[in-house]
Each structure stands twice: as C-alpha cells, then as structure tokens.
C-alpha cells in the first residue's frame, strides 16, 4: 500500500492538464482490444451501483452477501444509529414465509457509528435457500445458505492479481515497465548496473513492487494450492490469457510470484528487495505508459533495491533496516514451498528454487534483522520490525522439502523469539510493522511435525505452537465485545489483519480441533463480505454491495471494475484525517455510518480506506479456499 495516493493526490486533482495526454494517448493504444479482453480475462466493466446502503428507520441489518455454509455459525448485525431497543428479529424465504424466529436478538452495545448493536443468531437454520433477516420493521439484504457459497471466490481474487501483474500484463495485453526494470540503487559498489527484473504484480494501485509483499502473497498462494487445491479451477493460461493449460490458475499465479523473486535474488550475496519507489507517485497514469522520472527521464528505467542491512532512503526520509533475515525468510519459504509444489510439474524449475531456497535461507541466518521498504520523496515506508517469523517460516518449509533436522531446531528456536505476532491484543500499529499480520510458520511446524493426521496436540512442539496462536487469538477476542465481533485496531490496511486473524484461527482451529475462536474468525470473514456499519462487501465484484469507485487509475480512467481486489478498509478517524492528500472527490453515500471512530469511503480520492491492496487478496484467497472446499 505504498500509495501513489500519497503524492499523486497532491498533484493530479491540481495538475489535470498534465495528466491528460497520457490518459488520451493509453486511451487510443487501449480501444482495440478492451472489448475483447474484458470478456476474456480479469476484469469486467462497471456495473450499475448497488443496492442503496442507507438506513432504514436510523437502522441497518448487515449481512454476509457471499452467504453462509450450512453448518457454520450464521449471526447478522443490527446496527441502529440511534438508541434503540429491538425484541425480536425473524428469517423469511424467498416467498416471504417466516422460516425462522421470532426469536430474542442478544443486545452488544454501541460501535462506531451504531448507538446500539445487536446479535442476530440464526445459526440453526441449516435448509439450503435465499432468505432475509427482519427486525423492527426493516429487512436485510437477501443472504444465502447453501454449500456451494464460496465456490469460485479463491479463483475471483486471482483475477485482480491478474491485472496488477508487471512484465507482460494480460488485461492491457501489452509490457508494464519490461524492459525498464530495473538500474541497481544504494549498492556499496554496483550501483547503476542494469539487472532484469522485470515481471510480479504491482503492490497496490502505485508501481512499486516488493519482495516482502510478493513472497506472501506467493506464500500464500501456494499454501491455498496445497491445502485446499479442489477449490481451484483451470480457465487461464501461464501469461494470464483466457484459454486452459492444464495448470490451475491458482498455480500459474504462483509462478508468476516465484518467477519474479528468482529474479530479485540473482546472487548469493545480492538480495533485492524493492523495484521503483515514490517517485512513482508523481503522475496518475496507466502503467503501460507509467511517466515516471527516477533520473533517466520520463518513462525510463526504475531503480532496484537491495537490502544493505542498512537505514536506506535516497533522499530526506531514511527506514530503519537493520538486516537482510526478514526478506532472506519469506523468499526462503516461498521458494521451498514453490520446490515442493512443482516438483512433479517441472523438475528443472523446482531443483533452482529449493537451491535458492537454502541459498537466501542462508543468508538471513546471517544477517539477522529487518529489511524495511526504501522511502524516497515522501515518509512512508513499510516499518517492518519482526525477522524471526520469517526465518521461521523459511527453516520450517526447508525442513518439510528437506527433512533436515537442523532447519526444525531453527524453526522451533526463532518461533520462541516471536510466539505471538506483537500487534494482536494492540490498539495501533506502525505501518507493516508486524509483517505478516498472522505467522504461518507456527501451522507448517505443526504440519511438517505430523500435520493432518500426525500425533496431534499429543506431541509436546505441537502443542506449543499451537499455544502460540492461541494467545494472538485470546488476545484479539478480548477486545472483540462488541456486536461486531471485531477485535483488531483500525490501523491502515485494517482488512489485512482480518484476513490474517481469520487465517490463524482457521490454523488454530484445524491444529486443535477447538472451536473457543470460531466465532471471531466468522466475523472476521462475515465483515470483509458486508457485516460492517456501512453493510459493504470489502472485495470488489463479490456481495451485492461492493467498492465501485476504487482508488486506482486503472479503473477510473479505463472504467473497469477491478473483480476480487480486497481494499485497505475503514481506518481510525485520526488516520484518515492526517494521511497527506486524501481528498474525496464525490458525496460520500456512506455518510451516516461515518460518524464514528472508524471512517470507510468508496471514493476514488481515499487512498486510505479504497485502495485494492495485492498481498491482503492472496491472504484472502486461502481463507476463501478452505471455505470453498468444506
Ligand atoms: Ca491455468
Ligand atoms: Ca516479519
């Protein structure tokens, strides 16, 4: 999340006449095709807005808009913007025959904007269908109970990854930044050499890419696969174009992600870590003709970052890095899993990435420390300060590739130095500092320790890391009273945590088989789908009530919708009013449930809130896989 935002508001609200001979000109080159790979590929036109989001009556009943498994817990919210007392609440059919209730609603208090909250448990309605909650008079958005609720949904996401790839990009069927990538910057010796890198997604609605980002999210990815593989289907090719290949495309994504990170550690001693920086935020346009200047012209070269070990920042800002081991262990991880995933499929390209995997690994465990993202113009930076859930991770997936004892006993070591990810239990949080928001290191100790039918929560190592989730989980439910069931601080990229919560839960819940948690990770994934204030669906093109008006020139200017992105989410009033350059450009149709303490825009403007973000949606597609194949 990075921001083209930041810089960007700034300038082209202001500057428009700067900004329209790229837009006219990407808007000629893109007329011949964009009918055909709308149809084709990720993205489909804007549809008509959604359903009206205001109250009824000062009163809103929020619902999952995916819908509900049969026997999954199935609660909707009441959120009442004045006091209100509420007695009894029912669920209807199609035909408008009660099914369910009258029954109690459970009172939880006020939240945000709601004056008062209310619990609307109808988990014991099991028959599939399409329903409605009524309370006091007014009806809820339709919810469905079935099965087959989340099938397909993984798949959704990946096509917003789809759009946001560099290199060769399906959507615009042309290169992104190809042979621009990159000029080597801030290297004791070898700066200004030219290394191919092109290729991985762009991070968020700005062209800076990441290797912390791009190692999770392809971590994820490849987690989804291995565990939950029938939820993924096969319709797109390796380059991201309509047509089967015989690979999932959850796969092909995959190796999209490895592909790129093969590149940004072309050496032993030579780990990448950023391509370009902020000064992409100069100009909002399509990054097919990015105008970018980096000190080779407009347009020219992007500049490649390696971790140094060392505070970097070309310019006034600085980070704080203090070493290579947080990037070392997400690269280490991605690349074993990636070893283990391709082995049948590609033998060549699974032995270079598990030597590169014991490569980078290597190097971590030598520079123990944080490689933070490089400021250039602006202050923000992602403040990554944890090292030892990566090299965690990294040991653990080398010890399940390898069996190599060494890499358990460092594994088991570094999950004793971060048992429980520091933001959970917190009111706020730096930017990324506590990155990945959930640890997955502590389920592949588990998994490579016995896993699915191992020795279970009998095994002394399984049942600590097990006791690990459990305290970040017992921490967040203690701030999750209220109706909504939400426990995390409202920080930026606020559905990053709750895609990351619902992960751990799910991990904890398969690893022990406890469900004290169940009832925070449904509401963690019921709000990202429309169990929040303002009863909108935080991904787009899922739910009936979704972000139309993203912050992303891709979608305001080629009037695209951007299907499956996961936007940043409503953050704490304070930060919403202090980012630079927020300004929203439309009334805001959410107004009355921005009156509270947390705010969310569906404005072009809000970078903050409405900015499609790409490792939260491959955190998601897991979530969303392992619903699909219940
Ligand atoms: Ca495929
Ligand atoms: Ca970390």
């Excluded at 309605?125 to 079935?146: C, D």
Aim: charged share 20%.
């Amino acid at each position: 999340m990075p921001r083209r935002r930041v810089d960007m508001r700034e300038e082209s609200p202001g500057k428009p006449s700067t900004l329209a001979p790229q837009i006219h000109s990407a808007s000629r080159r893109l007329g011949v095709f964009l009918s055909v790979s709308l149809l084709m590929c990720c993205v489909a036109r804007q549809g008509p807005p959604g359903p009206a989001s205001a109250p009824s009556a000062g009163l809103a009943i929020r619902v999952n808009q995916v819908g509900y498994l049969p026997d999954a817990p199935k609660v909707a919210v009441v959120c009442a913007l004045e006091p209100r007392v509420i007695t009894s609440f029912s669920v209807v059919d199609e035909h408008n025959r009660r099914v369910f209730g009258p029954r109690a609603p459970d009172a939880a208090g006020p939240f945000g904007p709601c004056a008062a909250t209310y619990r609307l448990d109808f988990s014991t309605l099991r028959q599939t269908g399409v329903y409605r909650i009524e309370a006091a008079g007014v009806t809820s958005l339709p919810v469905r109970i079935g099965d087959d609720v989340y099938r397909g949904t993984a798949d959704s996401l990946l096509a917003y990854l789809r759009e946001q790839r560099s290199g060769y990009n399906p959507v615009f069927r042309d290169s992104v930044h190809q042979r621009s990538d990159g000029v080597l910057v801030d290297h004791p010796t070898r700066s200004g050499e030219f290394i191919a890198v092109s290729g991985g997604w762009a991070d968020a609605s700005d062209y800076l890419q990441y290797g912390a980002t791009t190692a999770h999210a392809t971590t994820m990815l490849l987690l989804a696969y291995r565990d939950h593989s029938q939820a993924f289907a096969d319709q797109f090719q390796a380059n991201g174009l309509s047509g089967a290949n015989g690979i999932p495309d959850v796969l092909d994504e995959a190796r999209w992600g490895l592909s790129w990170l093969l590149k940004m550690y072309p050496e032993d001693d030579l780990l990448l870590n950023q391509l370009g920086d902020d000064r992409d935020h100069t100009f909002w346009d399509l990054p097919v003709n990015d105008s970018a200047d980096y000190g080779w012209g407009r347009g020219g070269r992007r500049p490649v970052y390696p971790c140094t070990g060392k505070p970097q920042g070309l310019f006034e800002f600085k980070n704080r890095s203090t070493g290579l081991a947080s990037t070392a262990g997400k690269y280490a991880a991605a690349f074993a899993l990636g070893a283990a995933a391709f082995r049948e499929r590609d033998s060549v390209f699974a032995r270079r990435l598990a030597e590169r995997a014991r490569a980078v690994y290597a190097l971590g465990a030598a520079h123990p420390g944080v490689c933070q993202t490089a400021p250039a113009r602006a202050p923000y930076f992602y403040e990554e300060d944890d090292w030892a859930d990566d090299m965690e991770l990294g040991a653990a997936e080398l010890y399940a590739l390898t069996r190599e004892p060494t890499y358990l006993g460092a594994a088991l070591q570094y999950a004793a130095l971060e048992p429980v990810s520091a933001w959970m239990g917190q009111d706020t949080a730096r930017h990324y500092q506590w990155y990945p928001w959930h640890n997955n290191g502590h389920y592949e100790i588990w998994r490579a320790t016995g896993g699915p039918g191992g020795p279970g929560g009998r095994d002394s190592t399984q049942r600590r890391v097990a006791e690990y989730y459990a305290r970040g989980l017992e921490a967040v439910a203690r701030h999750a009273g209220n109706g909504f069931r939400i426990g995390i601080p409202f920080i930026w990229c606020s559905n990053n945590l709750l895609a990351s919560f619902a992960t751990q839960a799910y991990f904890y819940r398969r690893m022990t088989g406890d469900s004290s948690y169940l009832e925070y990770e449904t509401a963690a994934l019921d709000w990202l789908f429309g169990t929040n204030p303002w009863g909108v669906s935080m991904v787009i093109g899922l739910g009936a009530t979704y972000p139309r008006t993203p912050h992303s020139v891709v979608a305001q200017q080629l009037h695209l919708q951007l299907t499956g992105g996961l936007v940043d989410g409503p953050v704490y009033r304070s930060i919403f009013e202090h980012l630079r350059g927020i300004r929203l450009l439309a009334a805001d149709r959410y107004a009355p449930f921005n009156t509270g303490f947390i705010v969310y825009h569906d404005d072009v403007g809000d970078y903050s809130t409405n900015e499609p973000i790409m490792d939260g949606t491959a955190n998601l597609a897991y979530v969303l896989a392992a619903r699909a194949a219940h």
